[in-house]
């Protein structure tokens, strides 16, 4: 089945949200590696709606995060701040996923919820107004 570019898109901001509420019921049980995994996804997706956008395919998680400072960092359509956001929830949910023994904690994983929150929201605004154009 074929989809639109604006259904792609906007099945990947769904994504996002969604992916956002499991960290969120995932905070409410105190499981801090899954709460990390769902951070990142959310912005995964959403990274993945604006390349949607952009019509860039990438084929690995390190290459939509390559685009993503790319296109998005360096051309200062999205700050400093959201690179270092993506980057460090891409290392946290490698280590969560992949590392024995790590055990992130309340403390380390609270803080990153409203930042994705804002990372979420600032790549649909920006799909948003480059729609509007």
């Given at each position: 089945?074929?989809?639109?570019?604006?259904?792609?898109?906007?099945?990947?901001?769904?994504?996002?949200?969604?992916?956002?509420?499991?960290?969120?019921?995932?905070?409410q049980i105190e499981h801090w590696n899954?709460?990390?995994?769902?951070?990142?996804?959310?912005?995964?997706?959403?990274?993945?709606?604006?390349?949607?956008?952009?019509?860039?395919?990438?084929?690995?998680?390190?290459?939509?995060?390559?685009?993503?400072?790319?296109?998005?960092?360096?051309?200062?359509?999205?700050?400093?701040?959201?690179?270092?956001?993506?980057?460090?929830?891409?290392?946290?949910?490698?280590?969560?996923?992949?590392?024995?023994?790590?055990?992130?904690?309340?403390?380390?994983?609270?803080?990153?919820?409203?930042?994705?929150?804002?990372?979420?929201?600032?790549?649909?605004?920006?799909?948003?107004?480059?729609?509007?154009?």
């Open positions: 089945m074929n989809y639109s570019k604006e259904e792609l898109i906007k099945y990947r901001l769904y994504r996002a949200e969604n992916t956002l509420d499991e960290a969120k019921a995932m905070m899954t709460v990390v995994n769902r951070l990142y996804y959310a912005c995964f997706y959403a990274v993945s709606a604006y390349m949607a956008l952009e019509e860039i395919e990438a084929h690995t998680h390190t290459g939509i995060k390559t685009k993503f400072n790319q296109i998005l960092i360096k051309t200062e359509r999205l700050t400093l701040e959201h690179s270092q956001l993506y980057n460090k929830l891409f290392t946290l949910k490698n280590k969560a996923d992949y590392k024995d023994f790590v055990e992130f904690t309340k403390e380390q994983v609270t803080p990153l919820s409203p930042q994705t929150q804002a990372f979420v929201r600032a790549i649909s605004q920006l799909i948003k107004s480059t729609n509007d154009e």
